[in-house]
């Protein structure tokens, strides 16, 4: 039996960035992954929203993936278009790019930071005490981990072993997604079907992308190519000579949440923990921002520096988080319908949405911006991602999210009074001058406080006053009391 810190199933966008986290703290973890290669047939998940990228800067790597994207100024709304671009954010923007060149540059700075990647293999089973995980593998083998994370998928093998709900709503509706080539040209475009939305659109090297919903609900993933043909002539009255179809799926408005993230030693992040339509494009950036929220909890409680009830906060944090998230996908596929009334309802909800107030309200929800892990103060600033303010700080100018590239704590002492010595391993202080205003999405403008707490995450932990009050205890109950481990 081998032995490994953490056992993360699954290298997708979830796992990927759950690993780099853990690297950057300083935990050993082990990805495994039943995929030979990092190849993903077809474009699935077509991008990253602004607060991904955002965590993406925080950590110092967001130009790798800039490089190779396309930004994009509006957000959508069951397909209502919302301007991103005034929003208090360096990213006001949805960055397009496909899931396999996400998959493959997350892979490439995981291996930068010396993860190891077990491929060919799956998580088959798992048996877990109070000291650890034994982790079951397909090729016979066996790891030994402290702590076991589902990053496997909808159809998770973790959560189903672990014995964890997976509750929500059944699927009403079935689409086909594919991509392939047509003898004749197609009607491009977007129909608003009675069941839902119709699209084709052209893609590289004149392929066709299509989106189809079915006339019945039908399960399975992989349609055959007549199935595909079929859909067409029953909705365009024609297949266009449909032919070289290199990707097919089958993709409901089901949406399901596991009720609990955790089992144990046994955590879920990503599809393992929430499924929904792809309407809106949120689920591969929920993954990732669950990745962020657990990584750095994890590596403190493995390392013995932090207790093991700090983990708690991981599902107290995200699951109200993902349940948000479902509850507007639930809506917007209702939206997309295309019966009369349905049609009537979306027009109003887009001459709502083009008003100021409730286009920046939903375009910061659609963006993750306006997440706010909500604490029992009252500052507005608490359990809100930090600004990405310019700081003067002795050794120059320097931004708030480059003093996170290291995953540890940040805290910015405006007054110069602060100590925080004993964390001096865990959290940096930094003194620092900002002059300019501090600006929240939705809140808005906000007084300059005296000093700040941050979270690896970039989610602000306390907030000083002039004074000390409440720091120490802020310290002990996000990165361990003085002296534990």
Known sequence: MTNATIVIAGAGPTGLMLAAELALAGAKAVLVEPRATQDLPGQRAGGLHARSIEVLDQRGVVDRFLAQGKPGQFAGYAMIPLDLADQPTRHGYVLALPQEPIERTLLAWVEQLGVTVVRGVEVTDFVQDEAGVDVRLSNGASLRAAFLVGCDGGRSVIRKRAGIEFAGVDASVSYL?????MTTAPPVGIRHGARGVQ????????????????????????????????????????????????????????????????????????????????????????????????????ALVVEGTAPEALLDSYHAERHPVGARVIEHNLAQTALLRGDDRTAALRRT??????????????????????????????????????????????????????????????????????????????VRRVEARHDGAWVLPVVGAVAQPQ???????????????????????????????????
């Open 177 to 181: 997604i594919a991509e392939g080539s």
């Open 349 to 426: 909800m887009a001459e709502l949405l083009a008003t100021d107030a409730l286009r920046l309200r939903m375009g910061a929800m659609m963006a993750g911006l306006d997440i706010a892990y909500h604490d029992d103060g009252e500052h507005p600033l608490l359990g809100r991602r930090v600004p990405d303010l310019d700081l003067v700080t002795a050794h120059g100018v320097t931004r708030v999210f480059t003093l996170l590239h290291d995953a540890r704590g940040l805290l910015l002492d405006f007054g110069g009074e602060l100590d925080a010595t004993p964390w001096a391993d865990r």
């Open 199 to 298: 699209a084709l659109g052209k893609i590289a090297d004149d392929r066709i992308r299509m989106v189809l919903a079915e006339p019945e609900l039908r399960h399975g993933d992989a349609p055959s190519v007549d199935e595909l043909r079929a859909a067409l002539v029953a909705i365009y009255g024609d297949d266009f000579g449909l032919h070289d179809v290199t990707w097919a799926s089958r993709f409901s408005d089901m949406a399901r949440q596991a009720v609990s993230y955790r089992a144990g030693r046994v955590l879920l992040a990503g599809d393992a923990a929430h499924v929904h339509s792809p309407t809106g494009g949120q689920g591969l950036n929920l993954g990732l921002q669950d990745a962020v929220n657990l990584g750095w909890k994890l």
């Open 451 to 485: 000093a700040v707490l941050v979270r690896p995450d970039g989610h602000v932990a306390w907030v000083g006053d002039g004074s000390d009050d409440g720091l120490r205890a802020a310290l002990t109950r996000w990165f361990g009391a003085r002296g534990l481990g």
